[in-house]
């Protein structure tokens, strides 16, 4: 299965490397969900490798990698979009098998997804709403839905918009994400993933999500932002995590990375500059 | 190098695919461009000037089709011998023909909704026909409710076949369908047996006389016309309490003038309707009323678009249809919704296939399935429904049936023959799916210049 070769295959990571990041919660605390040797591939490609990862209630884990590293994998996988090849996923200390994005919407996960997961021929109370309609008995209960997707564009402060009721495919993609953001937080869930929420966004709209994740954190849920901007990670997170080339190359609170450790690990896999994590793969070059 | 750049190509190519999965939803995107007008505007003039504007860049509605059967209307009246086209025999005439097109387009529409297509409802509809009309036979003799009964069902088990072929086996449905077409074809021949023919002509069979009265009992006028008040007065009741309730609490809501003009509208049509239908019409005996097939077609339309606009099921089909990916990350069950489908596709059709059999008193294996499934497809692209996904509503094959059934009567009273009727409608449809391709290019445009 392993498609490493010697010559540097796209795959990169040394061979028969022990790519475990150990981790250790903080003492006495069971995070929310704990990962444990997630690998996914597909085809050829091996896009997570062994991963672990521990997402605790109250805090922002800031996942972290180049592109390719398999960020949205792992957070699809988490989701319910991929199953994982193998590796186990623990919801609260209990052993849960995710099958479905009802499965992890049951959990109380939600996403916002990197290739925003929105149908443009939808209103944005219809998408806000999708898979989850409030019924009227057998019929839909529009009011009741435009009501709370209006409450809650409001409360983040999403006024840009023409009309709560125009099709998706009129809105901008900063716009189309707010809504995504929107979407995933009018759920009382308890962790809310985010793939890259700012990267379309304008500066007020990134204020606006970064702020809306602390106000998440503060609830008690726990988030895990995905980003390439650093200023936001280190504005934001209370822990990093680091892929590369689908491993899990670093996992620790963010005093222990300064912003070139963080870059480091996610160039090459490792980094000179070791703060406190214990024990990091070493990736070659 | 050589073996690197192999596995290079082997690694790429599953992305590659991942992008395309991620940019097909965009070609739908397009179709929808443009704020609806009824949502910003606050007045009526609003909304007008809101609505030019929409049609100006390219996006027109239902213009088109209401253009369309205005000027089909026009010519056959001009040309029609006596100009009788727009007589009132003739315009029943019009609607029962019409009938069949109406409603196999709008079952189409269940299934163009979701980007697939069936090419198979022709002869399931025949086979809905002729089922209802073998259990109206006297060796049969069932009561008609549950000949019709059994022939919808067995129609919909056809569509269920359909779909789980399509869903389980990940098929393309043109493809399935496209089989089905040949399959049922062959499956009506050997139900009408050596006799080549079902009739439903019988005068003293009560059951063959339900069946053949869908299209030739008339209602009588005084309760046609307390018919029309009762929905004219609930329908439009129930429209102005939602929107004035809505405008009230804040909602988005159209302007009262939209509302009001709408409610008219309903009245107005409704009362042409009746009043054409209640002027006697026959040469030698009076001949007066609604025929059943009116109300029978308003119920398929309005079951279609309860269901397709203000429930759980219909909202998940255009979800499904605008963004499969999207609708399964909504936890959408898409398997379901897409069989479902199929299944809704060929009821529907089943139930044509009954107004068929009653118009022309009985089906033979000379009923041409193939062609009429074409109609169906035509009649829902010509009413405005995309064949790309995600944009339709029952309304469309209403309108789509309408304008088939006004030039393939149109023609038929100028004499023409058959070749002329197939000209006309392939270059009504041809005429349609330009209109949908160039409303889908202009709003792109319009897209450009906004961002
Ligand atoms: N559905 C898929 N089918 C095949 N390969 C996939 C699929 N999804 C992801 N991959 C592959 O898995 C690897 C990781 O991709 P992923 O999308 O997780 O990267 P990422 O870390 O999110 O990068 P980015 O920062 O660009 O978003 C890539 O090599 C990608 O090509
Ligand atoms: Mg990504």
Aim: overall charge neutral.
């Amino acid at each position: 299965m392993d498609m490493t070769t010697p010559e540097g295959g796209p795959a990169g990571g040394a061979p028969g490397s022990e790519g475990r990041v150990l981790v250790d919660p903080p003492a006495g605390t069971e995070p929310l969900l704990r990962l444990r040797g997630i690998s996914k591939h597909f085809g050829a490609v091996q896009a997570l490798f062994d991963v672990d990862l521990d997402l605790p209630a109250g805090q922002v884990t800031a996942l972290c990698g180049d592109n390719g590293a398999g960020k949205s994998v792992l957070t699809k996988t988490i989701a319910g979009i991929h199953q994982p090849d193998k590796g186990e996923m623990y919801w609260e200390g209990r052993l849960v098998h995710i099958h479905s994005p009802k499965d992890s919407a049951s959990l109380g996960i939600e996403t916002v997804y990197q290739d925003l997961a929105l149908a443009d021929n939808l209103d944005i109370v219809q998408n806000m709403f999708l898979g989850r309609e409030r019924l009227n008995r057998l019929f839909l209960n529009e009011d009741s839905m435009e009501r709370a997707a209006a409450e809650t564009l409001a409360s983040l402060h999403v006024t840009t918009v023409r009309s709560i009721r125009q099709p998706v495919a009129t809105l901008s993609g900063g716009q189309r994400q707010a809504v995504a953001v929107a979407k995933a937080v009018m759920w009382n869930s308890k962790l809310v993933m985010l793939d890259e929420p700012t990267a379309a966004l304008g500066v007020a709209q990134t204020r606006m999500v970064l702020d809306l994740v602390k106000r998440l954190k503060d609830h008690g849920l726990a988030v895990m932002v995905i980003s390439h901007n650093l200023n936001d990670v280190f504005e934001v997170a209370d822990r990093v995590a680091v892929l590369h080339l689908g491993r899990m190359v670093a996992q620790d609170r963010i005093s222990a990375f300064d912003r070139e450790s963080v870059v480091d690990f996610m160039t090459s896999g490792r980094s000179s500059r070791q703060v406190a994590t214990s024990g990091s793969s070493q990736g070659r070059n | 190098m050589a073996g690197v750049d192999d596995e290079q190509g082997g690694v790429k190519a599953p992305s590659d695919i991942a992008a395309e999965a991620e940019a097909a939803p965009d070609l739908t995107a397009a179709a929808v461009e443009v704020i609806p007008p009824e949502i910003l505007a606050q007045s009526l003039r609003q909304y007008l000037r809101a609505w030019f504007t929409r049609v100006r860049s390219g996006d027109a509605g239902v213009l088109p089709v209401v253009a369309a059967l205005v000027a089909v209307t026009i010519v056959f009246q001009i040309v029609s011998p006596n100009h009788i086209y727009l007589s009132p025999g003739n315009l029943v005439n019009l609607f029962d023909q019409s009938a069949v097109f109406i409603v196999l387009g709008m079952g189409e529409i269940f299934v163009l909704l979701l980007g697939e297509i069936d090419l198979s409802i022709g002869y399931v509809a025949a086979i809905g026909g002729i089922l209802a009309g073998e259990f109206v036979q006297p060796d049969i003799n069932w009561p008609w409710w549950a000949a019709i009964a059994a022939a919808l069902l067995a129609c919909a088990g056809i569509g269920a076949l359909h779909g789980i072929i399509i869903t389980r086996l990940r098929l393309p449905s043109f493809v399935v369908t496209l089989a089905g077409n040949l399959f049922w074809f062959g499956v009506m021949i050997i139900i009408l047996g050596p006799a080549g023919g079902v009739a439903i002509t019988s005068t003293i069979q009560e059951n063959q006389k339900v069946l053949s009265g869908i299209v030739y009992a008339y209602i009588d006028p005084v309760i046609s016309w307390i018919g029309l008040l009762v929905i004219v007065a609930l329908l439009g009741g129930s429209m102005w309490l939602r929107d004035t309730g809505r405008r009230r609490s804040g909602l988005v809501a159209p302007p009262v003038g939209l509302t009001l003009a709408k409610v008219a509208f309903i009245a107005v049509a409704g009362i042409a309707v009746v009043a054409i239908c209640n002027i006697n019409r026959g040469q030698y005996l009076p001949i007066i009323g609604v025929p059943w097939v009116v109300p029978l077609v308003l119920v398929v339309l309005g079951v279609s678009m309860v269901l397709l606009e203000h429930m759980q099921f219909g909202r998940h089909m255009y979800a499904v249809g605008g963004n499969p990916e999207a609708a399964r990350r909504a936890g959408v069950g898409v398997t379901a919704i897409r069989t479902w489908a199929f299944v809704l596709c060929s009821l529907t059709a089943g139930i044509a296939g009954i107004i068929y059999c009653s118009q022309l008193g009985g089906i033979t294996t000379n009923i041409n399935g193939g062609q009429y499934v074409l109609y169906a497809v035509a009649a829902a692209v010509i009413g405005g429904t995309s064949l790309i996904g995600g944009r339709g509503r029952a309304i469309h094959g209403l309108l789509g049936g309408l304008v088939i059934g006004a030039i393939y009567n149109g023609l038929y009273l100028l004499g023409l023959q058959i070749q002329w009727q197939l000209i006309a409608t392939g270059l009504v449809l041809l005429a349609a799916v330009t209109i949908d391709a160039l409303s889908r290019r202009g709003a792109t445009g319009g897209s450009l210049v906004r961002v």
